[in-house]
């Protein structure tokens, strides 16, 4: 009971925070934001399982070739992506040249399922799909390292 006692006349003491004050751009360099920011993420894209789902879905990329509208056309685009470990930081670069942005690869992701029925180039996005140029179906994990960086000029 004492102890519970001595834990409770010591929260508003842990819970205290300073005021938020501004840095100007010195001092603001010289904060280090330790790890960064870590995160996961699960993306299910179109779950036939749903409620309400979709069984004819499309996704449409158009570009003009010579002036000429074309869509490279995925049909029924589908699966779940489970991604954990990606890493926002911003770290000095080793040359002194200023930072930059590091965006850590996931450590782990996993497919399941994900991937299209199938792909077309048409003149009408909305059209019956005319052809059928290949599928992909990716299903198992994946591991990576390294990191992506982004600079300045």
Same mark, same amino acid.
């Given at each position: 009971?004492?102890?519970?006692?001595?834990?409770?006349?010591?929260?508003? !003491?842990?819970? =205290?925070?300073?005021?938020?004050?501004?840095?100007?751009?010195?001092?603001?360099?010289?904060?280090?934001?330790?790890?960064? /920011?870590?995160?996961?993420?699960?993306?299910?894209?179109?779950?036939?399982?749903?409620? %309400?789902?979709?069984?004819?879905?499309?996704?449409?990329?158009?570009?003009?070739?010579? %002036?000429?509208?074309?869509?490279?056309?995925?049909?029924?685009?589908?699966?779940?992506?489970?991604?954990?470990?990606?890493? /926002?930081?911003?770290? #000095?670069?080793?040359?002194? %040249?200023?930072? =930059?942005? +590091?965006?850590?690869?996931?450590?782990?992701?996993? =497919?399941?399922?994900?991937?299209?029925?199938?792909?077309?180039? #048409?003149?009408?996005? #909305? +059209? !019956?799909v005319s052809g059928n140029?290949?599928?992909?179906n990716l299903h198992g994990?994946? #591991?990576?390292?390294?990191?992506?960086?982004?600079? +300045?000029?």
């Amino acid at each position: 009971m004492k102890r519970f006692a001595a834990m409770l006349l010591l929260c508003p !003491a842990m819970l =205290y925070a300073a005021p938020p004050t501004a840095l100007d751009d010195s001092e603001l360099s010289g904060v280090s934001a330790r790890d960064g /920011i870590s995160f996961a993420a699960h993306i299910v894209v179109n779950d036939p399982k749903l409620v %309400g789902a979709v069984s004819d879905s499309r996704l449409s990329l158009g570009f003009h070739d010579g %002036g000429e509208p074309r869509y490279i056309v995925l049909r029924n685009v589908r699966g779940t992506v489970d991604m954990f470990a990606i890493g /926002i930081n911003v770290k #000095q670069r080793p040359d002194g %040249g200023g930072d =930059y942005i +590091a965006i850590t690869l996931p450590a782990y992701t996993r =497919y399941t399922n994900f991937g299209f029925e199938s792909m077309s180039v #048409q003149n009408d996005p #909305q +059209a !019956a799909v005319s052809g059928n140029l290949g599928s992909v179906n990716l299903h198992g994990s994946l #591991q990576m390292q390294g990191e992506f960086r982004m600079w +300045a000029h």
